[in-house]
């Protein structure tokens, strides 16, 4: 199938609220310094749509920042092989299949992810920074809930980190189709179960450590029911907010009598672990 990138030169900084806007038609996206690239299929495309975006982004002040290239199945293919290269997350080396390990990285956990149409090849600070937080988390044999799957990377690497079990739920189709054939190629498909759906379509029960990565709205739509499936003293990792979001969020957690026990940032992009159980006070 044929797909519609959009290439957008904005500064890094406003990529999150476009992608929000974007997020119902678009079905994965590369984000550069200044560039942000779209990929929408065909029939969710028009020149309405591309209209409505010119408009919005002009009334920002970028006018003329869009153009639109209609890719055929191989440019597509060759556009996301070029924009890939292996990048460290903490004990995580992401790599697609089609690079080779480098010999620096040998002690790392590699994950083959291959992101087809998905968001989440860790090319973004907010894949790394929950990637992170996951690793310091998590304890062997914990259940762990992945809300916005998107490749399915950050189940993948909670298996591949202990988890006994990780369940990925996705809005997007196409995100769950690539996020189980990830599974499957990182040999952690007995592991990894992925759903369609938001919260309500993982399996009943609850989850000692809940992650989303995810935009700042869908977190804060989210919360209530992310915090209903963790575990009374579950880790909730949220990644997907600017530093600049952080109070807000901070307030929406202590709302529901959640402390956070762990903040990270990186490239202007903070994440946090919080937990409904004592803050982790220093040993004596
Ligand atoms: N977890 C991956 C991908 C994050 S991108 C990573 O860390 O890199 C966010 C993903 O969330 C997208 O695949 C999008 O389809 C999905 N998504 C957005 N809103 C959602 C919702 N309300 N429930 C479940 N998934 C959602």
Known sequence: ???????????????????????????????????LRAYIPPDRWSPTRRKQLQKRLA??????????????????????????TPVRAGPFLLCPTSAAVPPDEADATVLRVDPAMSFGTG??????????LLANRLSPGDRVLDVGTGTGVLAIAACRHGATTAVGVDTD???????????????????????????????????????ANVTRDTLLDLLPALHDRLTTDGSLILSGLLTGQRSHMEGALRDRALTIVEEIDEE??????ATSGPANFPPD
């Open 1 to 35: 199938m044929d797909t519609i990138e959009l290439t957008i030169r904005i500064p890094a900084l406003e990529h999150d609220r476009i992608i929000g806007w974007l997020e119902g038609w678009a079905t994965g996206f590369v984000q550069e310094d200044a560039t």
């Open 59 to 84: 009334a920002d002040g970028y006018p003329n920042a869009v153009t639109v290239q209609r890719l055929s199945d191989r440019n597509w293919n060759e556009a996301w092989e070029q924009s890939i």
């Open 123 to 132: 090319h973004h600070a907010t894949t790394r920074l929950a990637l992170r």
């Open 173 to 211: 189709s196409n995100a769950v189709r690539n996020a189980r054939q990830n599974a499957a190629q990182n040999e952690v498909a007995d592991c990894v179960t992925v759903r369609h759906g938001s919260v309500a379509a993982a399996p009943e029960g609850s989850f000692d450590v809940v992650v």
């Open 268 to 273: 202007g992009w903070w994440a946090c672990a």
